[in-house]
């Protein structure tokens, strides 16, 4: 697991006046010098890749053998459970299809979220009249078929071989139903089975061996063996919150000695819908780092999934490279 910030990137939280207390409620813009998965995007380097290395390479590393993981060199030989990933609240919920401000947590595809970084992806699946799909509550506010979001995963995946993808499902459908589609998409040839015998495989194995999407679902377990029941390997805090004074990092499912820690990091408004307004104020670095700080206090680890709504607004991309770039030995 990952257990502390230390080192440099401590040091540069102390001096930016981050403290465990609270969430900062200034608004942040963009992070203009987040990379894209293949290094390729973000603030100009010397030699134009966009790592600003001066290596050409693009991986950060200013060694110019271009290798990345999930966007840094440095991550390869991470294993999984060392790694911060930066995930999405209902991310098929979206303005981008069709969904209404009534139930709608992100504004782009799931495409375009993992373009950006995303490497969590927390969906809804239930019955539609042709097959499974994605709702936020009721369907009858907006559904889009679980097939053709997957097949956006399946094609983001297939352009950058180096990536690892988790998706949680909160799972209304059977593994068996769900398991139609990943056959269909060819998704099914991306997934990782967990073999809880040994440790968490690096992401570079998990890359090598061309099974780099892990899959997780709230309710139901195996089989099929790929089809996790996610909190037999992960447990998360709250999740209902409409203000960031009451953030809280207590345990609320599965069990603290599991290996992965997800920090749910978003606010509803008064009455209980996805709020952007929320996003922006609790979307800051000063934000995010404030919560994983207060978090690591209190069980002294890093997430390892760090979500939110609206990861548009504000630095959530840019918070977790700064997370991941200076860990513990």
């Not at 809880?196 to 679902?217: H, K, N, Q, Y």
Request: charged share 20%; net charge negative.
């Amino acid at each position: 697991m990952v257990s502390s910030v230390s080192g440099t990137s401590l040091l540069l939280l102390l001096l930016s006046g981050v403290s465990s207390s609270g969430c900062g409620d200034e608004r942040g813009g963009q992070d203009s010098e987040v990379k894209d998965s293949s290094g390729d995007l973000g603030s100009a380097g010397e030699s134009g890749d966009g790592d600003g290395d001066g290596d050409g390479d693009g991986d950060g590393d200013g060694d110019g053998d271009g290798e990345v993981c999930n966007g840094l060199a440095k991550l390869c030989d991470r294993a999984f459970n060392e790694v911060v990933f930066a995930g999405t609240h209902n991310a098929h919920a979206s303005f981008a299809y069709g969904f209404t401000v009534f139930n709608a947590n992100q504004n782009e595809t799931v495409g375009k979220q993992l373009l950006d970084g995303m490497r969590v992806l927390l969906m809804d699946t239930y019955y539609g009249d042709e097959g499974v799909v994605l709702c936020h509550g009721t369907c009858s506010l907006g559904s889009i078929a679980h097939a053709s979001v997957l097949e956006e995963i399946v094609d983001f995946m297939e352009m950058h071989p180096n990536e690892v993808v988790s998706i949680v499902y909160q799972d209304g459908v059977s593994p068996e139903d769900l398991a139609v589609d990943f056959e269909s998409t060819g998704a099914i040839d991306l997934v990782f089975t967990r073999d809880g015998s040994t440790p968490w495989p690096t992401l570079r194995e998990m890359i090598d061996s061309g099974t780099r999407l892990f899959v997780t679902a709230e309710s139901a377990g195996p089989p099929p063996a790929w089809h996790h029941y996610v909190w037999e390997y992960a447990w998360d805090t709250p999740y209902s919150f409409t203000s960031a004074d009451e953030f809280s990092c207590v345990l609320n499912r599965g069990s603290a000695d599991n290996d992965l820690f997800q920090i749910n990091h978003w606010l509803g408004n008064s009455i209980g819908l996805p709020s952007e307004e929320g996003a922006i104020m609790v979307n800051t670095q000063e934000a995010l780092l404030s919560r994983v700080l207060a978090c690591r206090e209190q069980w002294a680890r890093l997430p390892n999934f760090l979500v939110v709504d609206f990861y548009d607004q504000g630095e959530l991309a840019a918070t977790v490279e700064l997370l991941n770039v200076d860990p513990p030995p």
